[in-house]
T-cell receptor
Framework: DAGVIQSPRHEVTEMGQEVTLRCKPI?????LFWYRQTMMRGLELLIY????????DSGMPEDRFSAKMPNASFSTLKIQPSEPRDSAVYFC?????????????FGSGTQLSVL | DQQVKQNSPSLSVQEGRISILNCDYT??????FLWYKKYPAEGPTFLIS?????DKNEDGRFTVFLNKSAKHLSLHIVPSQPGDSAVYFC????????????FGKGTKLSVIP
């Protein structure tokens, strides 16, 4: 299995531009998570999907952030418009079950830099 | 308001010696704790976990200790190897089956050959 696949690995954009991050979860996993890692706040859960349905989006910082999961094999996290404070590493993770813990598998992340 | 705190951003240890990484939590509802390891340019991977009904869990060179009264846990790596050099994240949840993991900011361990 290829694991959780995220693209792009790096994204550099200018303030005000739209940014779209992509994720392909592990086949058969029915839970998908978007996390953000910053120096100040560490790893934070942004949104959690179960069976393609958003269950908890309380971690999404602002309306500028949106996430979709149109099918079991693809999810996007969009930031529009982007701001310099959005610069962070964004991780996608998937799990074969609703509860996670040991069964949470992360992608390699997208390093986002907003200038 | 950090509910899971890793107060040491970094730690250097000589190869062969013991590495001790510490984690404190403030939420008394947390009853399941995990450690994740992260190499550069990779995502975190699960390392070891412990339930609040235990005070120790061991897996090879890795042992996690839990002190519920102090709301403190620690990860011991014995003996430390250069391949252990990574960032270690402590995480906690309410219930072993919860989807919500609260992570600390991580401790960067460097094992010096």
């Amino acid at each position: 299995d290829a694991g959780v696949i995220q693209s792009p690995r790096h994204e550099v954009t200018e303030m005000g531009q739209e940014v779209t991050l992509r994720c392909k979860p592990i086949s058969g996993h029915n839970s998908l998570f978007w996390y953000r890692q910053t120096m100040m706040r560490g790893l934070e859960l942004l949104i959690y999907f179960n069976n393609n349905v958003p269950i908890d989006d309380s971690g999404m910082p602002e309306d500028r952030f949106s996430a979709k999961m149109p099918n079991a094999s693809f999810s996007t996290l969009k930031i529009q418009p982007s701001e310099p404070r959005d610069s962070a590493v964004y991780f996608c993770a998937s799990s074969p079950q609703q509860g996670v813990n040991e069964k949470l598998f992360f992608g390699s992340g997208t390093q986002l830099s907003v200038l | 308001d950090q509910q899971v705190k890793q107060n040491s951003p970094s730690l250097s240890v000589q190869e062969g010696r013991i590495s001790i990484l510490n984690c404190d939590y403030t939420n008394s509802m947390f009853d399941y704790f995990l450690w994740y390891k992260k190499y550069p340019a990779e995502g975190p991977t699960f390392l070891i976990s412990i339930s609040s009904i235990k005070d120790k869990n061991e897996d090879g060179r890795f042992t996690v200790f839990l002190n519920k009264s102090a709301k403190h846990l620690s990860l011991h790596i014995v003996p430390s190897q250069p391949g252990d050099s990574a960032v270690y994240f402590c995480a906690a949840s309410v219930g072993a089956g919860s989807y919500q993991l609260t992570f600390g900011k991580g401790t960067k361990l460097s094992v010096i050959p």
